[in-house]
């Protein structure tokens, strides 16, 4: 049975317990687990609290409120992108940031773009939802965006809202924006130094910010540039944990069509994890199987 999983994943209170992120964290790159990925591949992104050390978060803050980001050209490659010793380039550098990103996105990926949002005290407006992305119908490869909040965010501080899976129902840009509200969104309230990483297809908008503290989000977006298949940490592949993750449900998803997301997600896996059999209450295999066709293939190949 498919469960119904009515989860709100930018609170803590349901995530497992976090990794240890403190000072003595090591300098090793730390890979996802299976089990991590296929949270990722079923929620569309993935939370990471507390994991850039208090000294950056201040430095952060300092570097944002002069509100300079250099430009960069669309495809550059990291080292280019971010110079040696830039924040940036030592952010990416944080081991769990570098092994998440390398576990999802790869080694060695572009930088597609990069942007400061900046929220003001008291600031009357939020965006409307939408993607980051025009219709994106690729079946086996996606971007991935990282968020980071260099400060505490607060709910009152119009934390980035997010719409658990809906990462895989393909729009085209703000076309949800008429949506006000649906079922399980969340809006983020994090400590100093998370980060988020999303799958570019996430439903999600900045909130407005009711506070009177400036608010910053530093987003960059990440191209593969490699094939995405088997790049984490695979060790517990055939764990329970990794199905279960794959076949949740969330609050909006109609009875009906939100049986195509699952059939996605699954299409999904099946190439990250190179597992073309892996299905969820058989739904891929069923409507796949088409024997007078393989049949076909058989006798053509025993004929060549």
Excluded at 63 to 92: D, H, I
Excluded at 173 to 189: P, V
Excluded at 234 to 241: E, G, V, Y
Aim: with cysteine; net charge neutral.
């Amino acid at each position: 049975m498919v469960e119904n999983y009515q989860w709100l994943p930018i609170t803590t209170h349901d995530s497992p317990p976090p990794r240890f992120y403190g000072c003595g964290m090591s300098t090793t790159k730390q890979l996802l687990s299976s089990a991590e990925v296929a949270r990722f591949t079923a929620h569309g992104f993935l939370r990471l609290d507390g994991v850039v050390p208090r000294e950056m978060n201040e430095e952060a803050l300092t570097v944002f409120a002069a509100g300079v980001v250099p430009p960069v050209p669309y495809g550059t490659p990291v080292p280019a992108a971010f110079p040696e010793g830039s924040f940036t380039r030592r952010l990416l550098r944080l081991p769990v940031v570098a092994g998440a990103l390398e576990s999802l996105v790869g080694p060695d990926p572009d930088v597609d773009h990069h942007f400061l949002h900046t929220r003001m005290p008291h600031e009357g407006s939020a965006q409307p939802l939408h993607a980051d992305a025009l219709i994106d119908v690729r079946p086996d490869a996606f971007d991935v965006q990282l968020m980071y909040y260099p400060q505490e965010v607060t709910a009152d501080m119009g934390g980035t809202l997010v719409v658990p899976g809906s990462h895989l129902r393909r729009i085209n840009e703000s076309d949800t924006g008429r949506y006000q509200n649906l079922r399980g969104q969340t809006r983020l309230t994090c400590p100093a130094g998370t980060v988020l990483l999303l799958h570019h297809g996430i439903w999600h908008g900045g909130r407005r910010n009711d506070s009177g503290t400036v608010r910053h989000m530093y987003k960059i977006r990440f191209n593969p540039t490699v094939p995405q298949v088997r790049l984490w940490d695979t060790r517990d592949l055939d764990s329970p944990a990794v199905r279960e993750e794959l076949g949740r449900s969330f609050p909006w998803y109609e009875q009906a069509t939100g049986r195509l997301e699952i059939h996605n997600r699954v299409l999904l896996w099946r190439s990250l994890s190179a597992d073309p059999g892996f299905d969820i209450e058989h739904w891929a295999t069923r409507i796949a199987n088409r024997p007078a066709v393989s049949a076909a293939h058989a006798t053509l190949r025993s004929t060549v």
